[in-house]
């Protein structure tokens, strides 16, 4: 169900005030209450208070009745009411999707069966943060080429492309910062050794949604090392907020690129007989 978690933490702490005041428990919210309460056919915030005076009206005339009740039942109430919020099918979903997130959901939950809930939390988000860095340590790097009779890039590697001879087109699937700066040097000085011919490489950059300052140093030293093999560095599809950055940084005017609206545009402007090629490629296809 979607919650407003303000209003929620607003209710919350305007209760815990009145109790202050009043002398009253400090209240707060909780899993085994709430799905106690729901799966009771609770739907709005009334049912809350129609317990809470259930509750008053057992203390002042049915406390004997429940004094000897062991405290076993209620705990039973409570786990039969916790016991749908375990899905372990989730775990085999997850597990076959990515073994990375299986991983971190199945100590999540070792952790709360075995230390405690808020323990067993903080290590899922702790594995969570580690993963994504690792993740983003590594980022996807292809290299691309145009489509026969059409203005897209694709991976080289999936599909039937053309390309550049003198032109290397490089799409970068992540957003570049601390990480992964030194990884994307790597990889760019390893494509170089491949492509010896190359006299452009064009970064496509549609997936970077932040440049930060340790990528932009590794962008400088890139530009300057593609300068010492002949090889000129261009960026395309740059979005406007990364854009932004760049301009407030002296990158722009030192790199002695250009930076494209797309892809297309940069393959046209620096080898134009190749896009020829691709469309003319697309027309002899259909016509035969």
């Known amino acids: 169900e979607q919650i407003e978690p303000n209003q929620e933490l607003v209710a919350l702490g305007g209760a815990n005030i009145a109790a202050a005041m009043s002398g009253g428990f400090p209240v707060t919210g909780g899993f085994a209450r709430s799905v106690v309460n729901f799966d009771a056919g609770a739907q709005t915030p009334l049912a809350g208070a129609l317990t809470a005076a259930g509750i008053g009206i057992t203390v002042v005339l049915f406390t004997p009745l429940f004094h000897n009740l062991p405290h076993a039942v209620l705990a039973a109430t409570i786990i039969v009411a916790v016991l749908s919020l375990v899905d372990l099918a989730a ?23 075995l230390v405690g809930v808020e323990s067993g939390i903080m290590l899922g988000v702790g594995l969570s943060l580690l993963l994504f860095l ?23 590697e999936r599909f039937a492309v053309v390309q550049s001879p003198k ?35 064009v970064l496509m950059c549609p997936g970077v949604n932040l440049i930060d300052a340790s990528a932009l140093e590794s962008l400088e030293a890139i530009s300057a090392r593609l300068h010492t093999a002949g090889i000129q560095l261009h960026l395309s599809e740059v979005k406007g907020p990364v854009m932004d950055r760049l301009r407030r940084s002296d990158f722009l005017e030192h790199f002695g690129g250009q930076v ?16 020829h090629h691709a469309l003319e490629r697309q027309r002899d296809h259909l016509c035969s």
């Open 91 to 113: 775990l085999k979903r997850t597990w076959r999707y990515s073994r990375q997130d299986a991983a971190a959901m199945a100590a999540t939950m070792l952790g709360v069966l």
């Open 134 to 156: 690792w993740r983003t340590s590594q980022p996807h790097v292809a290299v691309v080429g145009q489509l026969p009779g059409s203005e897209h890039f694709r991976n080289i």
């Open 167 to 201: 032109v290397l087109s490089v799409r970068v699937d992540e957003s570049l910062y601390f990480p992964n700066a030194r990884y994307l040097e790597d990889r760019i000085a390893e494509l170089i050794g491949r492509y010896p011919q190359a006299e452009h490489l």
């Open 260 to 275: 494209f609206i797309s892809q297309y545009e940069a393959l046209r402007a620096l080898d134009p007989q190749t896009t």
